[in-house]
């Protein structure tokens, strides 16, 4: 195993005797611009408490495994590469940091979009044409069919400022999993200010927990093409007025029927909008995803829970969705219903709801008044992070 150790100001020279990373020694790049970039073949690890630069694109290939330990921090250059870092399939990732000694991925310049984040690609399923896709930026292959595939941890991680956009069709999320599998452990993660995407999942297995994303100016969770993992005690808090929905849920949206269709299992969460009139929905279900929703806070956007296209809808009329003890301030609507949702509340032909169900599957709260600090506080057992046992203490940014 190699292993690095730079210092905040600068990088040891040895780095670019490593063949498995290219520095460009020799090259007309100031030593100020030379940083971690180039493709990883062998294990490499970053040690606890030092300060990284990235100049480029870091691409782990198989076996390899990148180890980040606890305290690191890893700088993106502002030298106009396209940074980020991608884990392809058979690689891994091992960045395990701890409350008081978070890992941090950021940028030299702070600002929405400033650098490309984390990807990952795994073997697990996707439910895109051939069952094989192709990450947005990277160009790696992901796809399978090794639902419980490992591809490593995530533990305590902060990625700041991501979303560098390649074009309108090729952006950077703050953290991008394709067909991750379950075999990973992904928990306390946090992406904070980025401009595009915080957390999405293009196909795959894998679960997540405690995870936070705050201000990302597209959508703070994002699926697709098949995910059909848990995420349990997640947030997304939303500052700027260019924040999209809180949660965009799909399931192939060239295909609504492709198989295996998403259905993920989310449990006590809190999400919290911008109070946009421009953008104005929470959670939107459409292009045939399915959900299983509980315990959940929605509040700050004019439409909390929207259900769009037939077959999302549809789904929970015949029980393959549901949302349960789930409480919004707003309105739930669903454009496609015209009987009776048994699932959700009633729906009926005038489409919007301002009415609920007495058994308390969808409640309407002021929820203004229960969540405090951003969005710490729970309401009749729903929400994240309770104000007696608040795990994004330490290591969370929130505004």
């Known amino acids: 195993m190699k292993k690095f150790n730079f210092f905040a100001a600068a990088l040891m020279a040895s780095c670019c005797t490593f063949t498995f990373v290219s520095c460009d020694k020799g090259n007309d790049t100031p030593e100020e ?31 390899a495994t990148l180890t980040i330990e606890p305290g690191v921090t890893v700088i993106a250059r502002n030298n106009g590469q396209i940074n980020y870092i991608l884990i392809e399939q ?14 941090v991925l950021t ?28 990450s947005e930026i990277g160009n790696a292959v992901y796809g399978g069919s090794e639902e419980n595939d490992n591809s490593g941890e995530l533990k305590y991680v902060r990625l700041e400022y991501t979303g560098y956009s390649l074009d309108e069709e090729h952006e950077a999320n703050g953290l991008s999993l394709y067909g991750v599998g379950k075999g990973t452990r992904i928990s306390y993660v946090q992406a904070y200010k980025g401009s595009d ?8 297995s894998v679960d997540i927990d405690h995870c936070v994303v705050v201000d990302c ?19 997304a808090y939303q500052i700027s007025s260019e924040c999209d ?4 849920c799909d399931n192939n949206g060239s295909d609504f029927s492709a198989t295996p269709v998403s259905r993920p299992t989310i449990t006590n969460a809190t999400f919290v909008g911008n109070n946009s009139t421009e953008n104005t929905r929470g959670l939107r279900f459409r292009a045939g995803t399915q959900v299983i ?19 999302t809808d549809g789904s929970f009329a015949n029980d393959n969705s549901t949302i349960r003890n789930t409480c919004i301030s707003t309105v739930f609507e669903s454009k496609w219903t015209t009987g009776e949702g048994s699932n959700v509340t009633d729906v009926t032909g ?36 309770s104000a007696n046992d608040d795990w994004t203490a330490g290591w969370v940014r929130a505004n």
């Not at 690689?91 to 890992?103: F, L, S």
């Not at 058994?359 to 057992?381: H, M, P, Q, R, W």
């Open 33 to 63: 611009e030379e940083g971690l970039h180039g493709y990883v073949t062998e294990d490499l690890t970053l040690e606890a408490g030092q300060t990284y630069y990235l100049s480029g694109s870091l691409q782990v290939q198989a076996p």
């Open 90 to 103: 058979g690689a891994k990732i091992n960045a395990v940091g701890t409350a008081d000694r978070p890992i």
């Open 107 to 134: 940028a030299e310049k702070q600002s929405h979009g400033a650098w490309g984040g984390l990807h990952i690609c795994g073997k697990s399923h996707t439910n895109v044409d051939g069952g094989r896709g192709t």
């Open 197 to 204: 995407d915080g957390i999405e999942f293009f196909g795959g």
């Open 217 to 235: 100016t597209d959508d703070s969770f994002d699926w697709t093409e098949g995910w059909n993992g848990n995420a349990t005690n997640i947030v």
């Open 245 to 248: 929905c809180l949660m965009e």
């Open 293 to 311: 929703l509980s315990n959940a806070l929605v509040t700050g956007k004019p439409k909390a829970i929207t259900l769009e296209t037939s077959e």
């Open 350 to 385: 005038s489409y919007t709801q301002t009415s609920f169900t007495e058994d308390g599957n969808v409640i309407k709260a002021d929820l203004a008044s229960v969540l405090s600090d951003n969005f710490i506080g729970t309401y009749e057992n729903a929400g994240a992070v």
